[in-house]
């Protein structure tokens, strides 16, 4: 088993928005081929000048757009947001609300914002298709109507266990020591 898939159910569901995933692997393809390119032409002094940049440009983009998001399943949701992740039972969430981003009202009043869950869909098109049956297309369920389907049942459950609230030690400590190698740099200019 991968080491960061330890102790998660098997039926765990992840939600990230698709933008983030795309922006994050198309600067990752790019930044390749620019750091490669001047390695394979020998020229490792752009490489020691350039690396520490792209290095900060792509920590920001793991940290805003890729690694934000929502993982859950039959016991439970968690919410990995900028530097924090927040894990809940079912049974501590009173409501799921998508306006502009999905949120997760808890029962003691406090409320979850996802940065990392899909934004609310534009309603679909009105198509005069259909399929070859005669039966008309049915729109595939959105994420909220998705974490619902799984919420409801457990919602009245007695679960005990409470909401925890954690920093994100991964990125904050890799983004220190980016940070770091880019001071270091200056400072050798």
């Known amino acids: 088993m991968l080491p960061w898939k330890r102790n998660r159910p098997e039926n765990e569901a992840v939600m990230r928005t698709g933008a983030g995933v795309f922006a994050f692997w198309t600067f990752v393809v790019l ?3 620019l750091v490669g390119e001047a390695a394979l032409r020998g020229r490792f002094d752009v490489v020691a000048d350039v690396a520490p940049w792209v290095a900060l440009v792509l920590w920001g983009l793991w940290v805003l757009a890729y690694r934000p998001l929502i ?5 439970g949701v968690r919410v990995v947001n900028i530097f924090r992740t927040v894990t809940m039972p079912w049974s501590r969430v009173r409501e799921i609300t998508d306006r502009l981003q999905i949120s997760f009202v808890l029962h003691d009043g ?6 990392g869950g899909p934004m609310k869909a534009r ?3 009105k198509s005069r298709f259909t399929r070859s049956s005669g039966i008309p297309d049915t729109p595939p369920p959105t994420p909220l109507e998705q974490l619902e389907r799984v ?4 919602r009245f459950s007695k679960d005990p266990a409470p909401v925890t609230q954690t920093w994100d030690l991964v990125p904050i400590i890799s983004g220190a020591v980016i940070l770091l190698w880019v001071a270091f740099t200056l400072l050798l200019k």
């Open 110 to 115: 406090r409320t979850i914002r996802c940065w």
């Open 31 to 33: 930044a390749v081929l």
């Open 123 to 125: 309603p679909p098109r």
């Open 151 to 154: 919420w409801e049942p457990g």
């Open 71 to 75: 993982s859950y399943d039959d016991s």
